[in-house]
């Protein structure tokens, strides 16, 4: 926990100063300071955390599922990797909209109110939890079953969307 929350706060930190400082090369009138805000903006949308949810629903589905050994590689290779996707991606919005909400822009924080951020909390809290629902056989039928119904939700709504 404690590592996820300095990574989420060093990277929002991080992307609040870059946005700021294109904010200010924008306000400065040169033209690059609008190309960063742009490349942030089309990199940190809220809809790319429906299909990062399904790919982590799967992998955790094949961690409960599998032995000990295949389930520690999917969970290295596999589980890790698209956490640290969707909390580096969700660090980085939120950095963007306090930046934005810094220089003025007072609706900023209402981007954070989308429902799609629902699936990027999920990831987090999944991979937090993944440890206990490996304890027996119960826990882990149950994680089975409540991965591929959270993997069949989030790929209906990536393509419905």
Do not use: E
Not at 13 to 18: Q, Y
Not at 140 to 153: D, H, P
């Amino acid at each position: 926990m404690n590592r996820t929350a300095s990574a989420f706060l060093l990277v929002t930190a991080f992307t609040g100063l870059l946005a700021a400082l294109s904010f200010a090369l924008q306000i400065k009138g040169y033209g690059f300071g609008s190309l960063g805000v742009a490349r942030l903006d089309a990199l940190a949308s809220s809809a790319t955390f429906v299909p990062l949810a399904a790919l982590y629903a799967l992998a955790g589905a094949l961690i409960t599922i599998l032995p000990l050994r295949a389930a520690g590689l999917v969970h290295a290779n596999g589980a890790t990797p698209v956490y640290s996707t969707a909390l580096v991606l969700l660090a980085t919005i939120v950095g963007l909209q306090a930046a934005r909400f810094a220089f003025g822009d007072r609706g900023a924080l209402w981007v954070l109110a989308d429902w799609q951020f629902v699936f990027a909390g999920a990831i987090v809290a999944a991979h937090l939890c993944l440890d206990t629902l490996r304890r027996n056989a119960l826990l882990r039928t149950l994680a089975f079953i409540g991965f591929c119904v959270a993997m069949l939700a989030c790929l209906y709504w990536t393509f419905r969307l």
